[in-house]
């Protein structure tokens, strides 16, 4: 779903104008390249609809209100805050199952994916497998 959140109302205010977007959570592209390449075997994963795979607590779907909907959780694109919540999500997500997953909450939290891309490298191939 995109919406134009920057569309100004009557009062020339889009809802992208009062939304706070939280802090840049994103990693330099650049440095993000060096490492992918740093290691002899690399490889890149895609998270599938990332946008779309952020759901919000039930109690807060009223904040999230849009003139048309067709499911009340799903977070919408288009929003100035979307980046942050997607990526603050994502190392959410590393810390509460580091526990399970060990090298893959170390891989975000190296920095190395781009928006809904990972892209690490590592020794050998069954390094990669363990990833």
């Known amino acids: 779903m995109v919406l134009d959140s920057s569309a100004k109302t009557d009062s020339n205010i889009s809802i992208n104008d009062i939304l706070h977007v939280g802090s840049n ?3 330099d592209l650049f440095a993000v390249l060096l490492r992918f390449r740093t290691f002899p075997i690399a ?4 998270v599938k609809q990332m946008y779309l795979q952020l759901k919000t ?3 807060y779907n009223k ?3 849009v003139y048309y909907r067709f499911v009340t959780s799903d977070v919408c694109f288009g929003f100035s805050s979307s980046p942050y919540l997607a990526l603050r999500t994502l190392k959410q997500l590393a810390d509460d199952e580091r526990g399970k997953y060990p ?5 975000i939290d190296r920095g190395n994916y781009y928006m809904d891309d990972i892209c ?4 050998s191939i069954p390094e990669a497998v363990d990833y």
């Open 63 to 65: 904040y999230q209100r």
């Open 43 to 46: 490889f890149a994963a895609d």
């Open 57 to 59: 607590l039930p109690e």
């Open 103 to 107: 090298l893959a909450a170390d891989v």
């Open 25 to 27: 959570l994103q990693p």
């Open 120 to 123: 690490c490298s590592c020794d």
